[in-house]
T-cell receptor
């Protein structure tokens, strides 16, 4: 399964809204996770099951979708949210990651 | 709290081997599956291998199958990645990650260890 993310880069103003897309080459049901990675840091789990926030993740992060099309929405962007975001299918081998979307300050 | 600490990276010549370790603490190690994921410079994440909670089941990415071996020692709370036949394309930061089962999200990650393959 190939995971394709768009756009590659998203420019958003602080306080604004970011909408990130992830498409699977075939249905992954809701077995989709989103991770955030900041420079020099490990990835951090944000969302799993397509829409369930991981422990400690603020509610300005939300996930939606099922089957092949998924969205990560970040509202009221804060300075710490500017990072790279990856989607991942995790319910079978190989555990494919998307290429990532960089959210940068506009 | 949950901690994963990778080690074993460094500079190695092409064709040589390297063994990475990931020591876990703060939770019951033997209840979880573990993955290795790598990230080459300025690129995305590449999943490499997974081991089940007891080590009885493993899977590999095609890119490393036959060259890399994942294993674990539940008595030492440690998961390993034995890498052989290394090439420059294996230069990357290597992360270990925990998952509740083989087919679930990666809920905790280590900080990574850098392996550089160069003559």
């Amino acid at each position: 399964i190939v995971m394709t993310q768009s756009p590659a880069t998203l420019s958003v103003s602080p306080g604004g809204r970011a909408t990130l897309s992830c498409r699977a080459s075939q249905s992954v049901s809701n077995h989709l996770a989103w991770y955030q990675q900041k420079p020099g840091q490990a990835p951090r789990l944000l969302i799993y099951g397509a829409s369930t926030r991981a422990k400690g993740i603020p509610d300005r992060f939300s996930g939606s979708g099922s089957g092949t099309d998924f969205t990560l929405t970040i509202t009221a962007l804060q300075s710490e949210d500017f990072a790279v975001y990856y989607c991942q299918w995790y319910s079978g081998w190989p555990f494919s990651f998307g290429g990532g979307t960089r959210v940068e300050i506009k | 709290q949950v901690q994963l600490a990778e080690s074993g990276g460094g500079v190695v010549q092409p064709g040589r081997s390297l063994r990475l370790s990931c020591v876990a603490s703060g939770f019951t190690f033997s209840n979880y599956a573990f993955h290795w994921v790598r990230q080459a410079p300025v690129t995305g994440l590449e999943w490499l291998a997974v081991t089940s909670y007891d080590g009885s089941t493993t899977y590999y990415a095609d890119s490393v199958k036959g060259r890399f071996t994942i294993s674990r020692d539940n008595s030492k709370n440690t998961v390993y990645l034995q890498m052989s036949g290394l090439t420059a394309d294996d230069t990357a930061v290597y992360f270990c990650a925990r998952a509740p089962t083989l087919a679930t999200q990666f809920d905790s990650w280590g900080q990574g260890t850098l392996a550089i393959v160069s003559s």
